[in-house]
């Protein structure tokens, strides 16, 4: 009988390791998709020589593994090689600063933090115009209407404490399911699908409201995965870089505005991509 009790004891243990091995529930989708682009994606052609991915990949759970693909290609990731892949030095795409100095931003509430200089005051509640999105366009006797106006979650502004010295800061947060944006200028509205990671522009054409889907610049950082997002702001006045990061297990969208006025800011170098370098979730 205690022969038997073993068995079944040794059985169990088995069974559990054989699970773990089967499922590898410690491999982290964003750590292979970053690091499977960084290796392979020039090599089957998923990243152009710009840097630019031309068709980006989709991580599926396999037995012992993990499958990448894009429509250039495959990868198998066995669960006995992702500690070495996730050890690898992942070095940027943007340019690396010196920012151990900088101020830190910290959100309890959405799990994320980020640096930025110490010649900016706090980052501070906004009204700033940004701070809602127009969505569900349609034609009224002729006239562009919106069906619904969404409010961000937060609003959040940081200026640079000499004014008009460097550009201002602004990080807004939305709700994920019915995020998209449009120009200021009005007539264009880009919606994201969440589900299927895909970006769709609604604008008049001759007469008709159109919706038709589109490539939106993808770029990853510290294992993150965001997108690039137009702006119809004049150069010759201004503009805005605008970078949204979905984060769909908690239901939100983080979006970094860059407002830049060309007429006055001649000094600094500092860039959005050195703010998002420093980007993090923290939960």
């Not at 550009?167 to 449009?182: A, D, K, M, N």
């Amino acid at each position: 009988m205690q022969n038997q009790k073993g068995f079944v004891k040794i059985l169990a243990v088995i069974i559990v390791i054989f699970v773990l091995l089967v499922t590898a529930p410690w491999m982290n989708k964003q750590i292979i998709h970053d690091n499977v682009l960084q290796q392979h994606g020039k090599i089957d052609g998923s990243v152009d020589k710009n840097d630019k991915i031309i068709c980006d990949y989709e991580v599926m759970w396999l037995p012992f593994g993990r499958f990448v693909a894009s429509c250039e290609g495959g990868h198998f990731v066995p669960f006995f090689k992702f500690k070495k892949i996730n050890n690898r030095n992942q070095e940027s795409s943007f340019a690396k600063k010196e920012t151990v100095a900088w101020k830190t931003y910290r959100n309890e509430e959405y799990g994320f933090e980020f640096k930025y200089p110490q010649d900016y005051e706090n980052f501070s509640s906004s009204d700033v115009s940004l701070g809602y999105r127009l969505s569900g366009m349609y034609l009224d006797s002729g006239k562009i209407q919106y069906k619904e106006k969404i409010i961000a979650n937060v609003s959040l502004m940081a200026k640079p404490t000499k004014e008009n010295s460097a550009p201002l800061i602004v990080v807004h947060i939305f709700p994920l399911s019915s995020y998209g944006y449009t120009y200021l200028s009005g007539g264009v509205e880009f919606d994201y699908d969440a589900v299927n990671n895909k970006w769709s522009q609604v604008k008049v054409e001759n007469g008709k409201v159109v919706t038709k889907q589109i490539e939106v610049e993808i770029f990853s950082i510290n294992g993150i995965k965001g997108y690039k997002l137009d702006s119809d702001i004049d150069a010759d006045s201004g503009s805005v870089n605008m970078t949204a990061i979905p984060h769909k297990e908690k239901g939100f969208v983080l979006e970094f505005h860059f407002l830049v006025d060309q007429n006055t800011i001649t000094e600094s170098k500092l860039s959005l991509e050195d703010i998002l370098s420093t980007f993090r979730f923290i939960k």
